[in-house]
């Protein structure tokens, strides 16, 4: 070989390299869905209506199966008054199980209470539904803009 040849490369190498950027892929895909995951908890959380702070103490995060218990009020109350208790409790319990994810395991992120339906049409508060599919708004923004970086 010349001192300006280039080294000849072959199809082992090109596997090998592919390989390793799929890995790569995979990581950052799984970081991206934690970190959408994490996201859509927090608004989940953030828009819930209180009072005893017991729906916003139910978006729970299951790796690799969804979550079907529910919990108590991480810090019960009455009209609202824990709600920023509850929340950061819920929050940090959702970064503690995301942080357990490993790639191609999947996120749920669910509440199992009966009126968490109602909650979000709006029929058994007087503020305002729709946070679920606020959640899933910012969602699908998240993992579009993260499309471009993967």
């Known amino acids: 070989m010349g001192r300006n040849a280039t080294p000849k490369r072959t199809l082992f190498d090109l596997a090998s390299n592919l390989r390793k950027r799929a890995k790569g892929v995979d990581r950052k895909a799984s970081e991206v869905s934690k970190a959408v995951a994490l996201e859509v908890v927090k608004v989940l959380v953030m828009s819930t209506p209180v009072d005893t702070s ?25 009209q609202g008054s824990t709600r920023s208790q509850s929340a950061m409790a819920a929050i940090a319990k959702a970064e503690l199980f995301l942080s357990s994810k490993k790639p191609g395991e999947p996120i749920f992120i669910s509440n199992v209470l009966d009126y968490i339906d109602d909650l979000n049409n709006g029929t058994i508060s007087r503020q305002p539904g729709g946070f679920v599919e606020k959640a899933l708004i910012i969602a699908e923004n998240r993992v579009n803009a993260a499309k471009v970086r993967i």
């Not at 139910?58 to 009455?78: A, C, I, S």
Request: glycine share 12%; hydrophobic share 30%.
């Open 54 to 78: 017991r729906a916003l103490s139910n978006w729970q995060v299951g790796v690799g199966k969804p979550v079907n218990t529910p919990l108590k009020p991480y810090v019960p109350g009455e």
